[in-house]
């Protein structure tokens, strides 16, 4: 065999993210907000990812293990807070954590009981960690009363497309419904808020607003 026939070199396989949560059994923005939370350098740093391209991490499907293992040795809540500002922000986290978990958990039954033809409906919003819980929370009811068979809500400041809005636009499949109360709780940024728009319809899916406001303005 010549070397212009010889075989080309198997290609390694890393786990990115996003492939990392569902092996995990978790959404992509718990992997990053883990990552955010245990950097290098920390008490309990996150295993460094393998690779690195073009900003975007990847592990070694051989180090499954250690990151399960890291993940089970995570440290308790039972460490003392030294303000009511830290405590508060505390429980902000552990309620946008679990209900970033219960997303997930809902995420992977529909993908193992989707049908051939079958349409859901996905909620997002996203609201300022400011706002009131109550408004965040009366949204969130909104859209499972207009028929969402899964909601994903956040409360994070700032414009970017977050992991949480790219956990459900993974899901989407042809024929799906994503459903936002208003276009601004994608971004108040027009042209993310129309990039946001684009992705689901690049999924074959359609937008829809429950107070009927477009991608344009942020009334």
Not at 90 to 114: G, M, S
Not at 135 to 153: I, P
Not at 180 to 188: D, E, F, H, M, T
């Amino acid at each position: 065999m010549t070397d212009e026939q010889q075989p080309a070199p198997a290609v390694e396989k890393y786990l990115g993210a996003a492939s990392l949560a569902k092996r995990l059994g978790v959404s992509r923005s718990a992997v990053n907000k883990w990552r955010e939370r245990y950097p290098q350098g920390s008490a309990h740093p996150f295993p460094a990812p393998d690779i690195d391209t073009d900003g975007a991490p990847g592990w070694h499907p051989l180090r499954l293990p250690e990151i399960e293992a890291w993940r089970t040795g995570m440290p308790g809540s039972g460490n003392r807070l030294d303000s009511v500002e830290e405590f508060a922000a505390r429980i902000t986290e552990v309620t946008d954590d679990f209900e970033a978990a219960k997303t997930a958990e809902r995420l992977v039954f529909i993908a193992e009981h989707r049908r051939p033809g079958d349409h859901f409906a996905f909620g997002y919003l996203k609201t300022n960690p400011r706002s009131s819980r109550g408004v965040h929370d009366g949204y969130v009811a909104q859209l499972v009363a207009a028929g969402c068979e899964v909601v994903r809500g956040e409360r994070v400041a700032g414009d970017e497309l977050t992991d949480g809005f790219l956990d459900l636009i993974d899901n989407l499949k042809p024929g799906d419904v994503f459903m936002v109360p208003r276009a601004y709780q994608l971004s108040r940024s027009r042209d993310l808020a129309l990039k946001a728009v684009a992705l689901v319809e690049s999924r074959g899916a359609r937008v829809e607003y429950l107070y009927g406001v477009g991608p344009i303005g942020t009334a």
